[in-house]
């Protein structure tokens, strides 16, 4: 008998016995009345003592308005004398008792509902009261029950051919679906199945949507969950989660259990305000018995996910427990023009629009990254009524999600446009003669985001290490804004502020991490992360005061000699700096093309005069100076631009 079945047959069984309960006690109240012998309610009647007379079906009930007597009808004999006496004239020639008869049928119906009604409307008021109770009592009851999601078959299904970019990840992830399908094929050799895999990658990656395409692949059920649902306020609610968790996917083995942002729960034990004895500590503890412990979970799979490696308890990623750690990490050109394939499936392209193209222009971007663009570039094509999605939407796009969305309603000054323009363009002509530098790709004095004025640079690869020359580049392009302003403008604004803050940042990172300055292959300062209470708030010094005089002096003697350096190029080139400023104050936005051309002294394509031999010897200038593939730079900032909020 299953629990529906249960609850009904308790239900009626409660219902009977209220019924039995209530007509008990009606009829104690029914005997308790107060009863009339016949013969007393004949004298009563003949004394004209009673008034009124009611005959009902099985007796006679009397009453003088004052008090009520009952009598048992005996037959209908005893009823026609009864009748007949009340009928007869009293002294004053008027009726003796007015008689009311109580005759069967709907009148019998009423009464009994009218009966049984106060009894009907009690039952219904107890049983509503007590669904309310049972339905706050399972609430009550209810957290220690693990809040998994059961995947089926019937929602939307994500597959591999959902997921681009990651294939030594899918690949991983394929082993582990083939062996809960086939299991006699690995274990012949000897081979167990992996008991936990964990997914590590920057966000946007595609960790989640991996777990998706697990689930859509695999035949087997799919329970996710999220890290943060294990936790509550009530102590050992989430110990109690993880075990109603596993006991789920144990009845449903082989299966698979995914933990998203599995640090919410797996994090360095020992580190907490709460001591030893935290409540996330006691959910961990019981995460670690479950995976590995004393029994047995065969056939159930743990998957997680994180961005957070750093941060998980080392007993939680040896052997046994996460065998496996699947690397997810940004794609590059190939996998980026897949990711950009899938995404625009279900979009209508133009016919100038190149995938190929776009990927290679946008390096360092993530899958989300990437999805964003498509979506703002369609948003775009709709915004301006076309029913394609052409190359020009993927660029504004890109420079909408690269730096920002035009202000153009924001109101500036000649002055301040002024300053801009000399600003960015004191970047943009450093960056052009820099040796090893990233692309410049764009500038804009029209105010993006947070930045009045914006020089874009992409690089033309995926860049993985860093050389010295590259990063004292770095350092030199940020400080040509600063210089700009001092050499044409003989002032220096606060719109540097933000160059000057990651240029300190790379300086000193360039000496205490990366063992580039005088002072030797050495890194000084381990950083101290307090699990619980937040990234890198504390430094430990691991040196004297007198190598922190040192470094002091190295990270300025590295932003000086920049400084200096990009001050040289700016007065050997000040001729090609004022057309460039003059260029940004009449156009608002310059390309690469057009850039180089400035410099170079060359005239723009809309101000060159035609040749007759149909290609000017400038058109192969700009072949020449054309840069091969704007790209994003994958971990040092791209964006060179002056801060609103200091401006």
């Known amino acids: 008998m299953n629990s529906t079945a249960k609850q009904i047959v308790v239900w009626v069984l409660i219902i009977m016995g209220a019924l039995l309960l209530y007509r008990l006690f009606a009829g104690t109240a029914g005997r308790d009345a107060k009863q009339l012998p016949i013969s007393d309610l004949v004298a009563k009647i003949k004394k004209n003592e009673i008034t009124e007379l009611t005959i009902k079906q099985s007796e006679v009930v009397a009453t003088d308005g004052k008090q009520t007597w009952h009598t048992p009808l005996a037959n209908e004999q005893f009823k026609a004398d009864l009748m007949k006496l009340a009928s007869e004239p009293n002294e004053r020639g008027e009726q003796r008792v007015r008689v009311e008869e109580e005759v069967s049928g709907n009148s019998a119906i009423w009464t009994m509902v009218l009966y049984w009604a106060p009894l009907i409307f009690l039952i219904a008021i107890w049983i509503f009261m007590m669904r309310q109770i049972q339905a706050g009592g399972n609430k009550a009851l209810s957290f220690g029950k693990a809040r998994a999601k059961l995947l089926n078959n019937q929602q939307k299904r994500v597959t591999f051919k959902d997921v681009a970019g990651v294939d030594e990840a899918k690949e991983e992830l394929q082993e582990i679906i083939e062996f809960l399908k086939e299991p006699q094929k690995f274990q012949k050799l000897g081979g167990r199945i992996p008991k936990g895999v964990l997914m590590v990658g920057p966000p946007g990656t595609g960790k989640t949507l991996l777990a998706r395409a697990v689930a859509g692949e695999a035949n087997v059920p799919f329970f996710s969950i999220s890290g943060s649902d294990f936790v509550e306020m009530f102590v050992g609610v989430g110990a109690s989660r993880v075990r109603d968790l596993f006991e789920q996917g144990k009845k449903n083995a082989p299966c698979i259990i995914f933990i998203d942002e599995i640090d919410a729960v797996g994090r360095h034990r020992g580190a907490g305000l709460g001591g030893g004895h935290d409540e996330r500590e006691q959910t961990l503890n019981q995460l670690l018995v479950e995976m590995d412990g004393f029994e047995s979970n065969d056939g159930v799979i743990i998957m997680a996910s994180t961005n957070r490696p750093d941060v998980l308890d080392p007993a939680l990623l040896r052997p046994g427990r996460f065998d496996r750690r699947v690397v997810v990490s940004r794609p590059d050109v190939r996998g980026r023009e897949g990711i950009l394939k899938v995404h625009t499936r279900k979009i209508p392209l133009g016919d100038d629009v190149d995938i190929s193209v776009i990927a290679r222009g946008t390096p360092g971007f993530t899958g989300a990254d990437l999805a964003n663009l498509v979506n703002e570039a369609a948003l775009n094509a709709a915004r301006n009524n076309r029913k394609v999605v052409t190359m020009a939407d993927f660029e504004l796009a890109k420079d909408k999600v ?35 530098a990233d692309p410049v790709h764009k500038v804009t004095i029209i105010p993006r985001g947070m930045a009045l004025g914006v020089t874009q640079q992409l690089p033309e690869g995926d860049r993985h290490n860093y050389t010295k020359e590259y990063l004292l580049g770095q350092i030199a392009i940020l400080m040509g804004g600063r210089v700009a302003e001092e050499v044409f403008l003989g002032s220096i604004t606060t719109g540097a502020a933000n160059d000057l803050e990651r240029a300190t940042e790379l300086a000193r990172a360039m000496v205490c991490e990366y063992g580039m300055s005088d002072l030797g292959p050495l890194t000084f300062g381990k950083r101290e992360e307090q699990i619980f209470l937040g990234r890198e708030i504390a430094q430990h010094r691991d040196f004297s005061e007198d190598t922190a005089i040192k470094i002091d002096q190295e990270v300025k003697k590295i932003i000086t000699e920049q400084y200096e350096r990009a001050k040289k190029i700016i007065l050997e080139n000040r001729e090609a700096m004022i057309r460039l400023s003059e260029a940004l104050l009449e156009r608002e936005t310059l390309d690469a093309v057009q850039i180089r051309r400035i410099v170079a002294g060359l005239p723009l394509d809309d101000d060159e005069p035609p040749t007759s031999d149909g290609d000017s010897a400038s058109k192969v200038k700009e ?19 002056s801060n609103p909020a200091t401006a």
């Open 402 to 436: 690269l730096m920002g969305a035009e202000r153009r309603s924001m109101v500036i000054s000649n002055e301040e446009k002024r300053v801009t323009a000399y600003h960015e363009a004191g970047h943009a002509l450093v960056g052009l003669k820099v040796p090893n």
């Open 623 to 641: 072949k020449e100076a054309t840069p091969t593939v704007p790209k994003l730079k994958p971990i040092l900032p791209p964006i060179t631009g």
